[in-house]
């Protein structure tokens, strides 16, 4: 199915600076057992959001009304753990359209990208720019703009700039996704095929 | 001819296609499926009215999401039941080979996968699921994907791919008595981190990691993904051959000689160049124990947790929120901590010579009484076996109960929970904030630790007088 497109967001932002930030925090496993996509934003981050007794906890900062936004500032290395694409959808329903941090895993950055998540990697200096400016002031508007691959920090201009697969990068900005890539390659594949062993 | 490494050589032959300034289309010949995360990729191709490309290369068995005991019985749990039949209903209408739940093949998708010979050298093999890196231990190049990915390959039997980088991690030398293929690889997560294979696809090499069984090879392969690595690889020998040969699905006859001779020429070049190259002497590695909140939060058993003064801001803010749930102070000492539940199981250490180990240490002896020990077989196969070897019987007299097939406590989807704040040695390969159940607290180890803690009750060298 074609994904949102993405061209540029400016938000203010959630700020998380705990890292490894794994796939189990992001949505445990006992509740994957949906066979469609539906309600995983409903469920994450369940343990760090909710107490035993499915009561919101008030530290955590989901639950902190002195921040919002579409986009998800992150510790190092965000997504590590499991595959579970869930983590890519739960994120994306609840309504970040971006993650941010100095560091992504592999798998989870395929499967954010693959559902119109942008994962935008940044230095280590530049992401704890960010979160000082935002702890100041969770007001502060940040723009990421894909086209340019650029990150602003609204108020004083500060940016950085980040890199992003071409072939990624149009997919996002046309709303395409790869199975429409991959059904027209069909007769190369079937080739292919035909010289295998 | 330029040196090639064993991973390209496999990569390149797979490549269908290569996009411009992105990434290559990559030929799958082998993948597997399981209950969790495949039916909204099935959705997915309903949607677009596709049929499945290729389905007499997919297999599939539920693992997850199933319970350990009375799996002749209806599943009780509504939700895991629907996940259960919904890939019962998904394989039939895509003409898909399923081991069900009583099916002689059931178990762990990826003790399975190897123990039937679908595994094979110089395969491309894929799997939602990010342990899929276990099927490397035969020369393959194996990783996890997501769903959109899972959809890719039923779709076409391709996935679009950028290449990852290459790594060898060389291993010399002789492990010393007690230290087994999980000691390796937490000890080599300790050293790189968890992000270190990040980007990367590791060969393992080395004469310790050479004198490995099969089963030893896949315990160091599926915990590649724990440093952060696409993969992990180790090039096919001997030991390889002999494993797969005369399996179910492995090649026959005249076919075996062609692919054996093809096997045989899966192997790094003198000379190739990897991106990145560590070296680790074997007789510095001690049995290890996890201590906090990530795999590569491990040490030697015998060593304190260390102090997180010097770290910046916020790995220090990491580290302490991670003791924190563990209920540790740096410093502590591991050996002698109390432990509540011994779970021996996982596609990391759920196999026959895991158990072996396990009954083979615990013989004539008694789990100490604040232990509840859980062995969970990674497969029908491997139960069976156990069964056949007295194992069976030696584990329950020791006090351990036994149950049927499935991932079970390794991230207690099912009824298989460790209660919170309890604290479970575990020979199973993440040891997240809530990983074995909400507010658990997981130690991971090797299978022969796991059996030293359930007898003595708390955590101890293995290697000491019993
Ligand atoms: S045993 Fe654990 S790690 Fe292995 S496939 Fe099952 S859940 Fe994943």
Redesign the interface.
């Known amino acids: ?1 074609p994904i949102d497109k993405f061209k540029t967001l400016q938000s203010t932002a959630v700020p998380m ?4 930030v ?1 796939t ?2 992001i949505i ?3 509740f ?6 539906k309600d995983f934003d409903k469920n994450l981050f369940r ?1 760090w959001r909710y107490d ?1 007794n499915d009561q919101p906890k008030p530290d955590f900062v989901l639950n902190d009304s002195t921040y919002s936004g579409k986009i998800l500032v992150a ?3 965000f997504g ?7 983590a ?1 959808w739960a994120l994306y329903d609840y309504g970040f359209r971006v993650i941010v941090s100095s ?1 992504f ?3 989870f950055k ?2 954010a990208l ?2 119109g998540l942008l994962p935008v990697q940044i230095s280590a200096e530049f992401l ?1 720019k960010l979160f000082i400016a935002i702890q100041k002031d969770p007001g502060t508007l940040i723009e990421v703009n894909l086209e340019t691959e650029k990150i602003i920090l609204l108020a004083n201009g500060d940016n950085e700039s980040f890199e992003i ?4 990068k149009e997919c996002l900005i046309k709303g395409y ?3 429409d ?3 027209s ?2 007769d ?2 079937q080739e ?2 035909q010289n ?2 | 001819m330029t040196p090639t490494t064993l991973f390209d050589k496999i990569w390149d032959a797979h490549v269908v296609h290569q996009v411009e300034r992105g990434p290559n289309v990559l030929y799958i010949d082998k993948h597997f499926i399981h209950e969790v995360t495949s039916p909204v990729a099935f959705l997915g191709l309903d949607k677009r009215n596709l049929k499945v490309s290729r389905p007499e290369k997919t297999i599939a068995t539920p693992d997850h999401n199933v319970p350990t005991i009375d799996q002749h019985l209806p599943i009780k749990d509504q939700l895991s039941r629907n996940q259960v039949d919904q890939l019962t209903k998904n394989c039939e209408k895509h003409n898909i080979q399923l081991c069900g739940l009583n099916h002689p093949w059931h178990g762990i998708v990826h003790v399975i996968g190897p123990e039937l010979g679908i595994t094979q050298p110089g395969m491309t093999i894929v799997c939602g699921d990010s342990h899929t890196s276990t099927h490397g231990a035969f020369g393959a190049v194996a990783f996890g994907i997501g769903t959109s990915e899972v959809e890719m390959v039923l779709a076409s039997q391709c996935i679009l791919q950028p290449k990852p980088k290459k790594m060898r991690i060389t291993v010399d030398g002789k492990l010393k008595k007690g230290v087994a293929s999980k000691d390796i690889i937490l000890y080599i997560i300790s050293k790189i981190g968890t992000a270190g294979g990040t980007g990367h696809f590791i060969e393992y090499a080395g004469s310790a990691i050479r004198e490995l069984s099969m089963e030893g090879r896949m315990t160091i392969c599926n915990m590649s993904i724990e440093s952060g690595a696409r993969g992990g690889l180790i090039a096919p020998d001997e030991t390889t051959f002999t494993y797969i040969e005369g399996r179910e699905m492995a090649p026959k006859g005249e076919m075996w000689d062609k692919k054996l001779a093809y096997w045989k020429t899966l192997k790094s070049d003198e000379g190739a160049v990897f991106d990145k190259e560590y070296t680790f002497d074997a007789s510095d590695i001690e049995p290890m124990i996890t201590f906090g909140t990530n795999p590569g939060m491990g040490l030697k058993i015998s060593q304190p947790i260390p102090d997180p003064q010097n770290l910046p801001p916020n790995s220090r803010q990491t580290f302490e929120k991670s003791l924190n749930y563990m209920g540790f102070k740096p410093g502590d000492k591991m050996i002698g901590k109390e432990v509540d539940y011994v779970f021996v199981g996982s596609c990391t250490n759920g196999r026959i010579e895991d158990l072996r180990e396990v009954a083979n240490f615990v013989k004539g002896k008694k789990k100490a009484d604040n232990i509840t020990a859980w062995i969970v077989p990674g497969s029908r196969q491997v139960e069976e076996q156990a069964r056949k070897e007295g194992i069976t019987n030696i584990l329950e007299g020791a006090g351990f109960q036994l149950r049927q097939p499935g991932c079970s406590a390794c991230l207690a989807m099912n009824d298989d929970k460790i209660p919170a704040g309890k604290y479970a040695v575990s020979t199973s390969n993440r040891n997240f904030e809530g990983r074995q159940g909400p507010g658990a607290r997981t130690l991971l180890a090797s299978p022969l630790v796991a059996a030293a803690v359930a007898i003595k009750g708390k955590i101890v060298d293995p290697r000491e007088n019993f």
């Open positions: 199915m600076p705990i890292e490894n794994d189990d925090q445990p496993a006992r994957l057992k949906a066979i469609e996509r343990d035993k510790g190092e290395n590590s753990g499991s595959s579970r694409e869930h890519a560091f895993a592999d798998i395929n499967n693959n559902n704890e697969n071409p072939y990624k996704d790869d199975i890539y991959l059904l390659l069909k190369k594949i292919f095929e295998l062993m």
